[in-house]
């Protein structure tokens, strides 16, 4: 088992994975813990479904590099779904459902109508559940990944406090001065620019996984927030790690073999968090 | 000139006015009480004070040396903040996040002024718990704390007792009566008229009519009167 590991860890395809994988979902991470306390778990999936409409679109018309009609898209759709949280004529939840399933049937239907692709069906598949398409990455790909990784990571770091500040109470920061739609804009162009670099990785249907498993873990064990978002850093890593491991080495899917860690993991957080507490109780 | 100074002040949601022309201003160390019914407009009027939705029309001004944002707000507790995973030292800290401006990370003096305003609101030994594991009070005091580190001047006061027992009402009423003691002034929204009138040192009430005035003119009007001929019969029937 190990030397097989240790042969595949040889081919620059596989270490290649390995580098995007746990990028991605240290980001998602991140920005999770946020997004979660914030009641917007769903909006990975929103996003990511108006990612998919997006390159159904920039298929049909061709594009060589659907990353220019796809990112602008998502972000514009993300800034009005964090916007959507202040004014409440639709509420957060409900828009998040509804660009999700709106978007999800048009890409549906724009690439059932137009598409010249004899097999629909797998296109659409792959888009949604993730192809194999993280083993077949190209050096430029990679390099994109880990510079707008570090961006990304970078932003976190600075605004850490901030975001803070904003997360947890928007109409006290605002009051004293704090720029709160400046950071919720950031926030919302971040958030976008992950979520279409992770469809790669587990495609659009599972990315809401890698935004809110390691930030749900943490809040189960870790009581600062500065904790919760170290351990989900460190859940999220550890989790794709062994997905991509295992997917590699038995030959399942990456995402949902990515997703399913998770899950495993959560689990256990859960029964920890619990022992923990019945303890401290019984002291 | 005042601290705050309210003229002809219509406060309401999308241009839809939900108050009458409102005037009063606010002295350094004035205690100001804002009653009325629920629904009358107070959180609205707090919110437009603190810049967070714009006046309808007239004006606010600020004056004596006090800039806008440097009024500590204390709100209504959000249903996001009950199971937040924070501990009471990053709350208290995030106040300063408006005097840190566009640095990232908090400064020795911050740390400091977090820390003092934690001892001085009686939680410096909760400093590493984690909020949502405290009570009711000592969340208010953890959050009081936090609008300390934001201004030296003003509080605003969002309903701070509502849902807090008989005791820790009257700790809380307490402790911020100290504080208007030390020098700082407060303004208050609350609908429990009684402690109104036993702390505060003007009262505004909205509702059908606008009352701006001290607590012992206040008393003396028609509002303040209803009020008091209210409370004489619950008493009576009490009794």
Redesign the interface.
């Known amino acids: 088992m190990l030397d097989k590991l240790f042969t595949y860890l040889q081919h620059p395809i596989v270490v290649k994975a390995l580098i995007v994988g746990v990028l991605i979902s240290l980001c998602s991470s991140l920005f999770g813990v946020t997004l979660v306390l914030k009641r917007y778990s769903f909006i990975g999936d929103g996003l990511s479904h108006v990612a998919f409409g997006a390159i159904a679109i920039a298929t049909v018309f061709n594009l060589t590099n659907n990353m220019l009609l796809v990112l602008p898209v998502t972000v514009i759709c993300a800034v009005l779904l964090l916007k959507t949280g202040q004014n409440t004529k639709i509420k957060g939840d409900a828009a998040i459902a509804m660009i999700s399933v709106g978007a999800l049937a048009l890409g549906y239907l724009i690439m059932n109508v137009f598409s010249t692709s004899a097999n629909i069906s797998g296109d659409v598949c792959s888009t949604l559940f993730g192809s194999t398409s993280i083993l077949t990455l190209s050096t430029t790909e990679v390099v994109l990944c880990i510079v707008l990784s570090v961006v990304v990571i970078a932003i976190f770091i600075l605004f850490y406090n901030k975001i803070f500040a904003v997360t947890f109470d928007e109409n006290f920061s605002k009051a004293s001065g704090v720029r709160a739609n400046a950071y919720n804009f950031l926030i919302a162009v971040v958030i976008a620019v992950i979520i279409v670099l992770a469809m790669n990785l587990v495609g659009s249907l599972l990315i809401s996984a890698l935004i809110i498993f390691p930030a749900l873990s943490a809040m189960r064990l870790f009581n600062s927030f500065r904790s919760v978002t170290v351990f989900s850093a460190v859940f999220a890593v550890i989790c794709s790690l062994l997905g991509l491991i295992i997917s590699i080495l038995a030959g399942t899917p990456v995402g949902s073999t990515i997703v399913a860690a998770d899950v495993v993991a959560f689990l256990i957080c859960c029964i920890i968090g619990i022992a923990v507490k019945n303890r401290a109780s019984s002291h | 000139m005042s601290y705050i100074t309210v003229k002809n002040l219509e406060v309401g949601y999308e241009r839809k006015t939900i108050t009458e022309p409102i005037n009063f201003k606010v002295d350094k160390q004035d205690y100001l009480c804002i009653v009325g019914e629920n629904g009358t407009g107070k959180s609205t009027l707090m ?1 437009t004070l ?3 939705i714009r006046p309808i029309s007239g004006e606010i001004t600020f004056g004596d040396g006090l800039k ?2 440097e ?3 204390l ?1 209504q507790q ?1 249903v ?2 009950r199971d ?4 009471v ?3 208290v ?3 300063c ?2 005097r ?1 401006g566009f640095r ?3 400064n020795k003096e911050e740390k400091m002024l977090a820390k003092e305003n934690m001892e001085r609101m009686g939680i410096g030994q909760l400093a ?3 909020y ?2 405290l009570s009711g009070g000592q969340q208010q005091r953890v959050l009081l704390a ?2 300390l580190c ?2 030296r001047k003003v509080l ?1 006061l969002d309903e701070p007792v509502s849902g807090l027992d008989p005791k820790v009402t009257a700790e809380m009423y307490d402790l911020i009566k100290n504080l208007n003691s030390e020098g700082i002034t407060v303004i208050m929204i609350s609908h429990d008229i009684a402690a109104a009138v036993k702390y505060a040192t003007h009262i505004l009430h909205i509702g059908n009519n606008i009352f701006y005035g001290s607590r012992d003119e206040y008393l003396e009007s028609d509002e303040g009167k209803f009020f008091l001929s209210n409370r004489e019969e619950g008493k009576k029937n009490a009794g």
């Open positions: 919110k603190l810049g967070l806008a944002n009024i500590g707000y709100p959000t996001v903040q937040f995973p924070a501990s030292k990053e709350i800290l995030s106040g996040q408006g840190a990232p990370f908090y590493d718990h984690c949502r594991e936090r609008a934001a201004t605003l």
